[in-house]
């Protein structure tokens, strides 16, 4: 037996001596496969819970329930006002810590409700080389990484995904939208709804790995709507840099279609799409 299938069965292994779990499901590439594999193993035994918030995009929520649906696998969820957790609007270095803390509080009461022995998330060994202060908070809780426990990187996901005919082995890597937001900038429902619609403009354009990154050029004045306050906000678009040149051709339409949203300015980064860039500053 190989080595990455070793590791795989080392997290079905895994997953069987917890007997029962609840797993945080988001739709991503890691929980994805985490709950297949769990649903897999113990059957009925195994659930998803998926969080609704201001920072989980509309399109993922759906992509959770229809998956859930596909493999008939049992789907709860919990919600959480993010902008009223301590910590949270006010976007510390330190925010994704309170964030988890919540959530996983959240997702551990229904499982305890529910009789289940334990709640698993989809950090994976490459994770462990990030800045991840959301970690602690898993900790602290004792939720379960089966994927770290097995030593399974993000290719070996991906390509045990392939395998297993999951739609989402070729997804691009996602994150909350809050992530989006530079730290000590405050997170609002207005900042969040203009990413995921420049997200959505993009995707519609054939960009498949971007990020819109929100950056205050003025003073914020709070809004419920998107197209007021236009002069304060900055959108820096990261693609990678095979799409470079589609960027620059479909430049003037971004800049358009960025306008209406309620951008002043839209830049593209020359330094492309990379994970956790706004750690850069750390």
């Given at each position: ?6 590791k ?8 069987k ?7 945080a ?11 297949k594999?769990a ?11 998926t969080e ?16 859930c649906?596909?493999e008939?696998?049992?789907?709860f969820?919990?919600s ?25 509080a959240?997702?551990?009461?229904v499982a ?16 462990e080389g990030?800045?991840?202060?959301g ?9 379960k990484s089966p ?37 000590g ?28 990154r ?18 304060n906000?900055?959108?820096r ?5 095979s799409d ?18 309620g ?5 593209l ?14």
């Amino acid at each position: 037996m190989d080595k990455l299938h070793q590791k795989y069965e080392t997290l079905k292994e895994y997953l069987k001596s917890l007997e029962s779990v609840a797993v945080a499901f988001s739709g991503g590439v890691d929980s994805t496969f985490l709950l297949k594999v769990a649903h897999d193993v113990l059957g009925e035994s195994a659930i998803a819970v998926t969080e609704k918030s201001a920072s989980f995009a509309a399109i993922d929520l759906e992509e959770s329930k229809a998956f859930c649906e596909r493999e008939n696998i049992q789907q709860f969820f919990t919600s959480i006002n993010q902008l009223k957790i301590p910590h949270f609007a006010k976007n510390p270095k330190d925010r994704c810590y309170f964030c988890k803390k919540a959530t996983f509080a959240d997702i551990y009461k229904v499982a305890k409700n529910l009789g289940l022995n334990a709640v698993c998330e989809g950090t994976n060994v490459d994770d462990e080389g990030d800045y991840r202060p959301g970690m602690r908070a898993i900790t602290e809780l004792g939720i379960k990484s089966p994927l770290r426990f097995a030593r399974l990187t993000k290719q070996d996901i991906r390509t045990l995904s392939h395998e297993l005919q999951l739609p989402t082995w070729s997804k691009p890597s996602a994150a909350c939208l809050a992530s989006r937001v530079p730290y000590g900038e405050p997170i609002t429902e207005q900042k969040l709804r203009l990413i995921e619609q420049g997200e959505k403009i993009l995707s519609a354009l054939g960009f498949v790995q971007k990020r819109v990154r929100i950056h205050e050029g003025a003073t914020v004045h709070e809004s419920t709507s998107l197209h007021e306050n236009a002069q304060n906000f900055i959108a820096r678009i990261e693609v990678m840099p095979s799409d470079f040149e589609k960027a620059i051709a479909n430049a003037e339409q971004i800049e358009r279609e960025f306008k209406k949203l309620g951008f002043s300015y839209t830049a593209l980064d020359l330094k492309s799409y990379r994970t956790g860039s706004l750690n850069e500053t750390l």
